[in-house]
């Protein structure tokens, strides 16, 4: 899953690094992912994933590293199965 969330997070995180290069616990607003682009990060997620964030879970803790993410998404992936 997490090369899955790393793909999305290239594809919508704004980052300024290489995502293939961060390290999963990096902090990707440290990499230069905006508030704006973590919303579009939030809608690509659930999209893949067939999932709707919380508005509880819709916090800078949520999106701010690769793991992070990936717990996010396995726990409402699990959720809705």
Same mark, same amino acid.
């Given at each position: !899953?997490? $090369?899955?969330?790393?793909?999305?997070?290239? @594809? #919508?995180? +704004?980052?300024?690094?290489?995502?293939? *290069?961060? &390290? &999963? /616990?990096? &902090? @990707? #607003? /440290?990499? +230069? !992912?905006?508030?704006?682009?973590?919303?579009?990060? !939030?809608?690509?997620? $659930? $999209?893949?994933?067939?999932?709707e964030?919380? &508005?509880? !879970?819709?916090?800078?803790?949520?999106?701010? *590293? @690769?793991?992070?993410?990936? $717990? /996010?998404?396995?726990? @409402? *992936?699990?959720?809705?199965?």
């Amino acid at each position: !899953m997490i $090369e899955k969330v790393r793909d999305i997070v290239a @594809l #919508y995180g +704004g980052v300024s690094i290489d995502v293939a *290069s961060l &390290d &999963d /616990a990096a &902090d @990707l #607003y /440290a990499a +230069g !992912m905006t508030s704006f682009a973590s919303v579009n990060l !939030m809608l690509g997620l $659930e $999209e893949a994933f067939s999932i709707e964030f919380p &508005d509880v !879970m819709l916090t800078r803790k949520t999106f701010g *590293s @690769l793991a992070a993410i990936a $717990e /996010a998404v396995a726990k @409402l *992936s699990s959720n809705t199965a």
